[in-house]
């Protein structure tokens, strides 16, 4: 059978979806989370299976899943042997999802969990991506909001990936997508941008995000900048151009100021500047030499991680019901696998 038309067929009121949830010490949140999925869920008419990757949580996260995993054999953990980072959890959920569909959806409840229904209403009339892009930012600061609606403008402006403006990781793909996503094995993964690579017929949902109900986030703004100088390089080489420009623009005008200097010399007799004048100038080209040699780094820094060839993440265990690993959505009961590299 032609793939396409296998993926076509596959589609149905009844095809079973996958929730990827990635995890990190949010043991206070999980029972909100639950609270609220589970009704959404229950109404879908179809089979279903959440799949929480704990991504090295301290907190007691992990146990409160396998508490909940004897008896609902509908939830999986896939536990990871340390805190690999959310790129790497999500991978991990997306490998291990079973589903015709597959939604990504944060534990912290700001992506509200009601909208999955209209999501599959989307994926069932042809999209194989359902963006949800956000529409507000409640809880957030002016300055974090400010930000990021300049980051994903100039991504968008240095990138030749288009990358969606203002949305997360919360979206639905469909199994064509998630497979076309997995054979990308990059190890620096900028998982926005890798979603945005693959393409395919893509729909929008604008959606309000809420505050985090409980607990508090994990991202500072050191991670964030981070993520951003992560995304700019991943996606575009236009930093390195931006030195190369910079250096060009900063020789020149040394080159005029220095003519400028011997023609007064010359003409009108003047003495030359004193140390301000140099200090000056030398601070300003040294900090010029300082980022270029910065923005290069990173980009040899990224390939000299690539060369090493070391897995995106490694799974302590793998955790599930036996009677979900019987069920139609799974395959063969899965016994804690431990320590797999991928």
Same mark, same amino acid.
């Given at each position: 059978m032609n793939r396409d038309l296998e993926y076509s067929v596959r589609r149905t009121d009844k095809s079973?979806?996958?929730?990827?949830?990635?995890? /990190?010490?949010?043991?206070?949140?999980l029972p909100l989370f639950f609270d609220r999925v589970l009704p959404v869920l229950a109404t879908l008419n179809r089979r279903y299976e959440i799949v929480?990757?704990?991504? !090295?949580? @301290?907190?007691g996260s992990a146990g409160y899943v396998r508490s909940l995993i004897a008896h609902d054999p509908d939830i999986r953990l896939v536990k990871l042997s340390r805190n690999f980072g959310k790129e790497a959890a999500v991978t991990a959920g997306l490998e291990h999802a079973r589903g015709e569909a597959v939604i990504v959806l944060d534990a912290d409840l700001q992506d509200p969990p009601e909208q999955i229904p209209a999501m599959i209403e989307r994926w069932q009339s042809g999209a194989h991506v359902v963006l949800?892009? +956000?529409?507000? +930012?409640? !809880? @957030?600061?002016? /300055?974090?909001?400010?930000? &990021?609606?300049?980051?994903?403008r100039l991504l968008n402006r240095t990138s030749r990936t288009d990358i969606p403006v203002d949305t997360g990781d919360f979206r639905l793909m469909s199994r064509k997508a998630v497979d076309a996503?997995?054979?990308?094995?990059?190890?620096?993964?900028?998982m926005k941008g890798l979603f945005a690579w693959i393409g395919m017929p893509t729909q929008v949902i604008q959606y309000d995000r809420e505050p985090r109900a409980a607990g508090e986030t994990k991202w500072d703004?050191?991670?964030?900048? %981070?993520?951003?100088?992560?995304?700019?390089?991943?996606?575009?080489?236009?930093?390195?151009?931006? &030195?190369?420009?910079? %250096?060009?623009i900063a020789a020149s005008i040394g080159g005029v100021f220095g003519l400028w200097?011997? &023609?007064?010399?010359?003409?009108? %007799?003047? &003495?030359?500047? %004193?140390?301000p004048s140099l200090v000056a100038i030398i601070s300003f080209l040294g900090g010029i030499q300082l980022v270029s040699i910065g923005i290069v780094g990173e980009y040899v820094g990224k390939t000299y991680l690539e060369a090493k060839q070391r897995p995106v993440y490694l799974t302590d265990e793998v955790v599930e019901n036996p009677v979900g690993a019987r069920s139609q959505i799974g395959e063969k009961p899965v016994e804690a696998r431990r320590v797999k590299a991928v």
């Open positions: 079973p979806i996958s929730l990827v949830v990635p995890v /990190f010490n949010e043991r206070m949140m929480l990757v704990d991504d !090295g949580s @301290e907190d949800m892009q +956000r529409r507000s +930012r409640c !809880g @957030e600061t002016v /300055f974090k909001r400010w930000s &990021a609606h300049l980051y994903y996503l997995l054979t990308l094995k990059e190890r620096n993964r900028y703004y050191p991670g964030l900048v %981070g993520l951003a100088l992560e995304g700019l390089t991943s996606f575009s080489v236009s930093p390195l151009r931006w &030195a190369t420009m910079i %250096g060009l200097i011997v &023609a007064k010399a010359l003409m009108l %007799g003047d &003495a030359t500047s %004193g140390y």
